[in-house]
């Protein structure tokens, strides 16, 4: 059923709006997702998430498809004036749809693949390197050292949806590294000044691969307690690769 | 010699401004380099090119190591009042140092390893990719396509440098593959539905490269006149790899 929105202080639009900031989204324990490959992507992957749907009458008028389906999904949406979806909208050519949705689980399968992202801080990279795993075959993306939320706006659109097809979970000390030693996965680090090369590294049967910040690397809570650091061999006078790049073909190489 | 510029209306402002149209740079044949550390680079590496340094009174007042040796440098150094360089800066925070150089030569070595990118459009993709170049010994980079300009402010900053090391030459049709081919490389277009896996390649003595734009791929034009095109396999249900990811990617297993 499509309800309409006529007020910008309506509590549903008041609601999205808060969740630009990430204290509300965590307090809440929801998030925007907006564009409409994306929100397709959502109701198809996690449709059990979304709370509703918010469309603008020009998105309406030119997607009588999606609207007409959305309106037989049983989902809960909201059609408002453009005026009202551009003051809610995180873009600057809004694309007139976004779905709020309830907080991936946090919780790993612990695959023979896992990814630790420790301390990245850049949204685009951050995006980037979730589509990149989920590409790789690393389902299982544990977030630690305060990286950048995985649901604030540009990371979300980042990851064109891989977001919903995999396994997060957020650590808050370096504690689970043991774990995972115990749970038979070594883990390798990368590390700029790693004696061994990516190239002669063979993978484990349950690899755990750590990148790290974008300025700072991998910490050493984590460097000391690795069983493999690695580097990747480069040419020139680069000091370092972007963190998506490595990221990209430290998994590439551990790819099954 | 440290020369003072008072006056917004001086015309190196003047001149320094009209440089953040592409139309103006390529009438000018010059660009902007801005950053300390990435201005720096440029004074390294290609001092013959810089036709000045602008800098701020807060940068002089901070960095006077930087203000001292560019004081015994030889170079034309304008000294202007913080709100003059902030009417000049491309960034929302600026650092208060920016030079002007000439374009690279438009010429490239034909060495063992050759990327040709065909329509990149995102700037942040162009200067992650051309950075990572650098990285696997891939020293020679051809634009095609329409690339976007690596002139651009963004794709400047996002080269960390690399610019000023590589060779680029910038073609208006695709004859140059037919040359390229006769001059002995084989050529390795990108695409998603190409037969051969990336990982059954074998690199060839001269390889080039070709990484397409980020939402049509390699062109036609390169995709049937190539040697081989490869694909790069992908678990999950991705359609495609972030370009400058695929650019790693492919570049790592062709490094030398």
Same mark, same amino acid.
């Given at each position: 059923m499509i309800l309409e929105i006529t007020s910008k202080d309506n509590k549903i639009i008041k609601s999205v709006r808060s969740l630009s900031k990430k204290s509300n989204r965590e307090k809440m324990g929801c998030f925007i997702v907006e564009g409409k490959r994306i929100v397709e992507e959502a109701i198809r992957?996690?449709?059990?998430?979304?709370?509703y749907v918010i469309i603008s009458h020009s998105f309406k008028d030119k997607n009588t498809d999606t609207y007409n389906s959305l309106n037989r999904s049983g989902l809960n949406v909201y059609l408002v004036p453009d005026y009202i979806f551009d003051s809610i !909208?995180?873009?600057?050519?809004?694309?007139g749809i976004l779905a709020v949705s309830d907080f991936c689980d946090n919780r790993i399968n612990k695959g023979e693949r896992l990814l630790i992202l420790d301390g990245i801080s850049e949204p685009g990279n951050m995006g980037t390197i979730i589509r990149t795993a989920e590409a790789m075959g690393f389902n299982d993306i544990i977030l630690c050292?305060?990286?950048?939320?995985?649901?604030s706006p540009k990371v979300v659109r980042s990851t064109m949806g891989s977001l919903f097809r995999l396994n997060f979970k957020t650590e808050n000390?370096?504690?689970?590294i043991n774990q995972l030693k115990s749970d038979g996965y070594k883990i390798y680090a990368t590390a700029?000044?790693?004696?061994? !090369?990516l190239e002669e590294v063979e993978p484990w049967d349950k690899s755990a691969i750590v990148i790290g910040n974008?300025?700072?690397?991998?910490s050493e809570d984590i460097l000391s307690s690795s069983d493999i650091n690695i580097r990747i061999d480069m040419e020139g006078q680069i000091e370092s690769l972007n963190a998506a790049v490595a990221a990209a073909i430290t998994m590439y190489k551990f790819k099954k």
């Open positions: 992957d996690i449709p059990e998430k979304i709370g !909208s995180d873009t600057e050519t809004p694309q050292g305060n990286a950048v939320d995985i649901y000390n370096y504690d689970f700029l000044t790693s004696s061994l !090369s974008e300025a700072h690397g991998v």
